[in-house]
């Protein structure tokens, strides 16, 4: 079955959203942070070792640093002893270096002196005043971590691209780095519009409900590693839609446009985007998102989402979240999820692929999920849902009992 | 099989644990941040609504608002016509009132006009000039959605305590919010102390290495939520740690020690904390973490990491993130896993819960994991890893061709 909007074919979610993809250019700008603001963010650059790591040969253990040949022949029964000549601790260098004969103490982590090639550990001796008592032989190397061994100078660390976990950011202190060179957070425009729409904290004129649709956008851009920019509310008036979309296309990377629900603006963007733009579709083969459009202009994505709150966050999960990871560069999203049984039966149109907001509850060790879906445009849709799941084009009704798998908000 | 630290048995991880999360007191103070700035935050007041949602029966559909009395018998052999006297956009005041035989042009979020009882959508309609001929009946209240049909004035929207998702931050923005009270994240300081770590982007010194710890605490402490508050570098004496250590404790919430491995360095907070404080654990029955301490001080949570990088990292992850979130009031964590095979045997001493740290690779449709333990200290063992696997106390082997849960960095 085929679905329509102002005549024309609606497109089908996965056609929607490859040509979205193809058009999405990751940020190419960078900028330098430090290493605290640099996690969750995107190496922009290889990261070489400026030198050898550890920079010098150390202790792996407590114990005493020796020449190996000297205690090739020990055993608890005939105990090599040696002469105590020194100690060095960590952070300390070494004030003389092993010679025949003689050990000095070291810590963990401590340079090993000069002359010695393996630590022997504390348990391994017996200590009488300034002698040592070996009780065991070690090879060469034992127990410590030579210069170099673990990261050679010149080595690639990280390379460019790598996703910034703490693990990451601690390697990059390893190498005494205090400040990294990331990808610039994409900078997302958001456009409400709308005379019917006031900004919170403004008080309502009549016939106006508040902005919603900034805030769920915005913040959700802003846990997938974006920086938005939401923008005041626009009278729904062409030129000055026009003016404010091309000032702010010279500026960020992408503009969301929330067209409010009201005749006049849906065919506002529309009419904008084919004068000056490229169409990439406009109506879309999904309950909701059906009136949702995406263009080029200025060589940048500019995408329209639904006006009712929840299909607006909906549309925004499912279409915009993969787009602007690509753009920030971070990997592909993996939801959280939870498996739930659906309490009743739900039925969808065929050929739609429907995305129905569901509340979960828990029933002994299981989830139960329950439409969450009250009316287009209240927000206990939204103050309710705990997230969504995906009802497929072909599917026109799920029973009562299906395993559904929700997708968390 | 028991396993000691200075001659005290070690304390089992889940006993480690429950004192820990015991001793462990969600933040108490709040602070007011706006909409954007509140998403992952956590709602400190119950909100209820101050007004009704919506403000006003709007409709639900563009369409013509009717009295529902006048069009009962309408049917497209017998459709009834009705006078247009006017339309309302969304953002508009209806001009006058619908009466007896007439009807307004209603787009979707405009104000029902006074009189009106129900909108009748434009597909069940046909217009000539100024009459409407209805083409169907509709019973009251139709595609209309009346004041405070959503949430009623005074009603809790959202209490005290939740998760402030994009949804929920969308919620308070309908109800006009613009500002939000959130608990307050909890200031941890981290306090690292050695003589042999140096601060990155600083010169080393001879036996220096650079310090690692403080990064990957901070960024992962910020990835949960928390305010991190990295302190200088502490020298190895007990008397400006005590008074670090004090004066930190003034300002914070818990305070994160990450202590250097050499001799002294490993005696001096057991000491302070037998002296000043309560000790909950001192050794654990891990590997890595054995060293592991934490302690109540000033009536505030005083917990040491092991030094070697992931040794510290692990224990972070595995104890204090779960602390961490009960002090930031956030669900309990649930990390991203990934079924993988093992590639090699591993051996684990019994009696000890062992984190191993592991590389994830490809094969195929699946995962394998390989342990990515070089040497304790390197830091190729944390650029390396993916992540880690739990090997329980009564598990001293694991095949090669195991599958194992790797937990994700």
Redesign the interface.
Known sequence: MRHYLGGKPLTKFEEALERLLNATKPVAHAEVVT??E???RVLAETVNAPFD????SRA?M?GYAVRAIDIAKACPENPVSLKLIGS??????PRCPVVEGSCVQV?????VPEGADCVVPFEDTERDNTTVKVLKAFPVHSNI?EKG???RQGET??TEGTLL???????????????VKVYAKPKIAILPT?????????Q?????????????????L??HGCE?I?MDILPEDPKVLNSALHEVLETVDCVVFLA?????ERDLLPKLVSEKGTLLFHGLATRPGRPTLAAIMDDKLVINLP?F?ASC?TM?YTLLVPVIRKMARLPEW?P?TVVATLTHEVHSPEGLRQFLTVRLKRRGDEFIAESAY???????S??E?DGFIVIPEEVTSLEAGTMVTVTL?
């Open positions: 290493l605290t640099a996690v969750n790591v550890p920079p010098f792996a407590d060095v601790l960590a952070g300390e260098m810590a963990t982590g401590a340079p971590t061994a673990d990261v660390v990280l976990t703490p693990a990451k950011v601690g390697v990059l202190a390893s190498l005494g780095l205090d400040r709308g005379n019917e729409i006031a900004k919170p904290g403004t309502l004129r009549d016939g106006q409900i508040y902005d919603i649709n900034t805030y769920t956008v915005a913040t959700l802003k846990q938005p939401a409010g629900s009201s005749i006049g006006g709150p966050l925004a993996q959280k009250k009316e287009s445009g209240t927000i206990t939204l103050s849902a908000f």
